[in-house]
C-alpha cells in the first residue's frame, strides 16, 4: 500500500503520504485540490463515487468562493449549512444509485484500478478450486454488466472463447444475522481454461502495483500446475508445492519482512519452474481430447462444439463448427447461442424460427 500511495503523489507530485504504525495515508491539501478536481472531471468515474465526487466538488467550491469578510457570520452560517446539506447525501447515505449516470465507460486500464481495489484472485485451500471475483456493494449492478461485456469482448484478443460465458453475476442479499450489511454483488470466472487462455494474458498485458499483482502470479502458477496435471503426477510434493503458493495468497504471508519475502518467492518461483519443466500427466489426442495418463481417464473434450441450425420442420438448415460461428451468421450474442440450446428456445432469423442444436459426437 505505501509503495503505491507513494507512486501517485510522485506521479502527479502534490499531498504528502504519512506513515503510520498499522496504516498509511496520502493527503492532498487545498492549494492542490483543483489537480485532483481536473483528473475526475476530465475522467469520470464510473462508480457512486462519481456522484460523491461531483458533491465533494460542489461543497468545496462553496468553501473557497466563501465571502472572506470574517465578521460576515451569515454569510459563514449559510455555507456551512449548504455543506452540511450536501455532506448528508454522500456517500453511504446516499438515496439514489448509478443508474442515475450516464456515460458509463470501461477501460482496459480504468478496470486496472477498480480491480486493485475490489478485485481478488482466490485459490481455495482444500479443492484448489480457482477463481477470480469482483465484488461491490449491489447498487453498481448496471457497472457490473458492462464490465462482463467488456471481459468478453477482450476475449478475441486472446484466443477467442467458443463457449458459453464463463463470466457469471452474483447477487448476494441482506443477510438477516446482520442488519447493517448491504447487498453484494460479483463477478465470478472459475473455468481454468478461460483464466489461463484470457485472464492471464491480459492482467499480464497491464501494470499491477499493489499485492494484487503477487496474488494474480500466484492463481496463474496454480492454473498452469493444474490444468497440465502436474500436481497429481508429482503426487504430495506438487500438493506441497501448490499450498505454498496459496499461502503466498493471504494477508499474513504478504506482509511479511521484505527481504525474507523476497527469497522466499525466489526459492518458490525455482521449484515452480522445475515443477513446469516436468512432463505433463496430460495428453491431447488427436481427436482434441486430453487424457489424464495416471487414471487413464478423459479430462477434458477442447475440440470446439459443433452446432446445428434446425427450422420448424425438423430439418437441418445449416451446420457450425462452433457456437462463435452461429452467433455471427445469426447476428446475435455467443452467450444467447448456447443459451438457446439449454433453453430449446427458438431464435428469430429472417422472420422465421429455428433452433440451434449441439452437433453429437
Given at each position: 500500500?505505501?509503495?503505491?500511495?507513494?507512486?501517485?503523489?510522485?506521479?502527479?507530485?502534490?499531498?504528502?503520504?504519512?506513515?503510520?504504525s498499522?496504516?498509511?495515508?496520502?493527503?492532498?491539501?487545498?492549494?492542490d485540490?483543483?489537480v485532483i478536481?481536473y483528473?475526475?472531471?476530465?475522467?469520470?468515474?464510473?462508480?457512486?463515487?462519481?456522484?460523491?465526487?461531483?458533491?465533494?466538488k460542489?461543497?468545496?467550491?462553496?468553501?473557497?468562493?466563501?465571502n472572506l469578510?470574517?465578521?460576515?457570520?451569515?454569510?459563514?452560517?449559510?455555507?456551512?449549512s449548504k455543506?452540511?446539506?450536501i455532506?448528508?447525501g454522500?456517500?453511504?447515505?446516499?438515496?439514489?444509485a448509478?443508474?442515475?449516470l450516464d456515460?458509463?465507460?470501461?477501460t482496459?486500464?480504468w478496470?486496472?484500478?477498480?480491480i486493485e481495489?475490489?478485485?481478488?484472485?482466490?485459490?481455495?485451500?482444500?479443492?484448489?478450486?480457482?477463481?477470480?471475483?469482483?465484488?461491490?456493494?449491489?447498487r453498481?449492478?448496471?457497472?457490473?454488466?458492462?464490465?462482463?461485456?467488456?471481459?468478453?469482448?477482450?476475449?478475441?484478443?486472446?484466443?477467442?472463447w467458443?463457449?458459453?460465458s464463463?463470466?457469471?453475476?452474483?447477487?448476494?442479499?441482506?443477510?438477516?444475522n446482520k442488519p447493517?450489511?448491504?447487498?453484494f454483488?460479483?463477478?465470478?470466472?472459475s473455468?481454468?481454461?478461460?483464466l489461463l487462455?484470457?485472464?492471464?494474458?491480459f492482467?499480464?498485458?497491464?501494470?499491477?502495483l499493489t499485492?494484487?499483482?503477487?496474488?494474480f502470479f500466484?492463481l496463474k502458477?496454480?492454473?498452469?500446475?493444474n490444468i497440465?496435471g502436474?500436481?497429481?503426477?508429482?503426487?504430495?510434493?506438487?500438493?506441497d508445492?501448490?499450498n505454498?503458493?496459496v499461502?503466498?495468497?493471504?494477508?499474513s504471508?504478504?506482509?511479511?519482512?521484505?527481504?525474507?519475502?523476497v527469497?522466499?518467492?525466489?526459492?518458490l518461483e525455482n521449484?515452480?519452474n522445475k515443477?513446469l519443466?516436468?512432463?505433463?500427466n496430460?495428453?491431447?489426442?488427436?481427436?482434441g481430447?486430453?487424457?489424464?495418463?495416471?487414471s487413464?481417464?478423459?479430462?477434458?473434450?477442447t475440440?470446439?462444439?459443433?452446432?446445428?441450425?434446425?427450422?420448424?420442420?425438423?430439418?437441418?438448415?445449416?451446420?457450425?463448427?462452433?457456437g462463435?460461428v452461429?452467433?455471427?451468421?445469426?447476428?446475435?450474442?455467443?452467450?444467447?447461442?448456447?443459451s438457446?440450446i439449454?433453453?430449446?428456445?427458438?431464435?428469430?432469423?429472417?422472420?422465421?424460427?429455428?433452433?440451434?442444436?449441439?452437433?453429437?459426437?
Open positions: 500500500m505505501i509503495l503505491k500511495l507513494n507512486f501517485l503523489q510522485s506521479k502527479f507530485n502534490i499531498g504528502k503520504v504519512y506513515v503510520y498499522t496504516s498509511a495515508s496520502w493527503k492532498v491539501f487545498r492549494p485540490v483543483k478536481i483528473i475526475f472531471s476530465d475522467n469520470p468515474l464510473n462508480t457512486t463515487k462519481r456522484l460523491d465526487f461531483q458533491d465533494w460542489k461543497a468545496f467550491e462553496l468553501y473557497v468562493n466563501r469578510d470574517r465578521d460576515n457570520i451569515e454569510c459563514k452560517s449559510t455555507v456551512l455543506v452540511a446539506e455532506k448528508s454522500m456517500n453511504q447515505s446516499r438515496i439514489y448509478i443508474s442515475n456515460n458509463i465507460r470501461v482496459k486500464y478496470l486496472l484500478g477498480f481495489g475490489e478485485g481478488n484472485f482466490h485459490v481455495e485451500s482444500q479443492s484448489l478450486a480457482l477463481k477470480f471475483r469482483l465484488g461491490q456493494v449491489s453498481e449492478r448496471v457497472l457490473f454488466e458492462k464490465i462482463v461485456l467488456f471481459l468478453e469482448s477482450i476475449s478475441a484478443q486472446f484466443g477467442g467458443d463457449s458459453s464463463p463470466l457469471r453475476i452474483y447477487e448476494y442479499t441482506q443477510d438477516k447493517n450489511a448491504k447487498p454483488i460479483s463477478i465470478v470466472a473455468r481454468s481454461e478461460y487462455n484470457v485472464l492471464v494474458p492482467f499480464k498485458s497491464l501494470p499491477l499485492k494484487k499483482k503477487v496474488r500466484c502458477y496454480n492454473i498452469e500446475i497440465w502436474k500436481a497429481f503426477n508429482s503426487g504430495l510434493a506438487g500438493r508445492l501448490i505454498k503458493i499461502s503466498q495468497m493471504n494477508n504471508r504478504l506482509s511479511t519482512n521484505f527481504l525474507q519475502a527469497q522466499y518467492r525466489t526459492n521449484a515452480i515443477l519443466g516436468t512432463p505433463s496430460y495428453q491431447v489426442t488427436v481427436e481430447k486430453i487424457i489424464d495418463l495416471h487413464g481417464k478423459i479430462v477434458q473434450n475440440k470446439s462444439k459443433g452446432v446445428m441450425l434446425i427450422n420448424e420442420m425438423g430439418e437441418v438448415v445449416k451446420t457450425f463448427d462452433s462463435s452461429c452467433a455471427k451468421y445469426l447476428g446475435i450474442g455467443r452467450t444467447s447461442v448456447y438457446k439449454k433453453t430449446n428456445k427458438p431464435v428469430l432469423f429472417n422472420n422465421k424460427n429455428y433452433f440451434i442444436k449441439p452437433i453429437k459426437d
